[in-house]
């Protein structure tokens, strides 16, 4: 949890990016905990105030919210809405069927506001402070994996055991919510493939995905383990991956296009002979995947505060290998959390 002064400075930029808005209304519970610290409720924003609906039961959470909660009851929001007789308000995030629940005279003054997203594209000092735990967290983990004592365990068996043992650790929930990602075998050749009952083997590549969760900011990191003897095509393809991470993230430097470094990714796949399935990376903070996209339709540049991933995988018919970090770039300093 942050101070009131600085979720009340959130508050002040996201009043000064509303523009042509009357009113911002949050309703993701990443977006509202940014502002307020708590992971619940509705907060509307205007250029001269704010209002935070909140269930009661939650108010001791908001402490530090430079909001104070009003008890959340039905149609209240609307109530507020009409009453300032706001024309524009944009919205955060919402579902279908939640859009079409909503009152016409209501639902025509609603357009999508990317406010949020461009804010928490960029990390506060604070922010950067748990990421860089989060990192700890997860690396050290890593660094306990014994590839020798992993032969005959189920891929259900070595998830759990890293799970427990990030947990013990100290993040918040298991690796992204839904849990990690463990990959052996010929199970590597997805990119996500689901955790399996099958025993990890000697000749196995076995795909790592996880990270942690220190006060709701996330690390994630990918490694990819020989297990035993591999034949020298999987040790290739391993080192490969490995070798183009460092080198993208050595071609990371403020105000670089960050869609340069998914082309320079994406084209040394190919000379390889390969194709690329995914994008090379990802913002991280309040949720695993944000802003900004590494990939090809990214329009921005790196950016001091801001944290993301940096991921290539490639993968064949018969295994696959992907290697990612995190990394922060804070001043003109660039930091990989999960070294």
């Not at 095509?233 to 993208?248: C, I, S, T």
């Not at 944290?307 to 990394?327: L, Q």
């Amino acid at each position: 949890m942050f101070s009131k002064s600085e979720y009340r400075a959130r508050i002040k930029r996201a009043q000064a990016m509303l523009g042509r808005l009357d009113a911002l209304l949050v309703t993701k519970d990443a977006n509202v905990r940014y502002f307020t610290g708590v992971e619940s409720g509705r907060l509307v924003i205007w250029k001269t105030g704010a209002k935070f609906f909140l269930n009661e039961v939650y108010f001791g959470l908001a402490k530090n919210s430079p909001v104070a909660p009003t008890k959340q009851k039905k149609d209240l929001v609307k109530e507020l809405v009409y009453s300032k007789r706001f024309r524009k308000v944009g919205i955060d995030d919402i579902t279908l069927p939640a859009y079409n629940a909503l009152e016409l005279k209501f639902r025509k003054l609603l357009q999508p506001s990317d406010i949020c997203i461009e804010l928490r594209k960029i990390k506060s000092k604070g922010e950067l402070a748990f990421l860089s735990k989060a990192g700890r967290i997860a690396t050290g983990v890593a660094r306990m994996i014994d590839e020798s004592r992993v032969v005959n365990m189920s891929e259900f068996e070595l998830a759990g055991l890293i799970e427990y043992e990030i947990r013990k650790a100290g993040s918040e929930v298991p690796p992204f919510g839904g849990g990690m990602l463990c990959m052996s075998g010929p199970n590597s050749a997805y990119p996500h493939a689901p955790v399996t009952g099958r025993k990890i083997k000697n000749g196995d590549l076995l795909i790592l995905d996880f990270g942690a969760v220190v006060d709701g900011y996330h690390s994630d990191m990918t490694r990819t383990l020989e297990i035993g003897k591999v034949s020298k095509d999987r040790h290739n393809l391993n080192g490969f991956v490995d070798w183009l991470k460092d080198e993208a993230i050595d071609r990371i430097e403020i105000d670089g296009k960050i869609s340069e470094v998914h082309d320079f990714i994406t084209k040394e796949i190919k000379k390889k002979g390969h194709n690329f399935y995914h994008l090379s990376g990802h913002g991280i903070g309040l949720d695993v995947h944000e802003a900004p996209s590494v990939g090809p339709d990214e329009k921005d540049v790196f950016q001091s505060g801001m944290v993301f991933t940096i991921e290539p995988g490639i993968y064949t018919t018969k295994y696959g290998a992907r290697s990612e970090d995190t990394i922060a770039l804070a001043g003109k300093r660039k930091k990989i959390l999960t070294i």
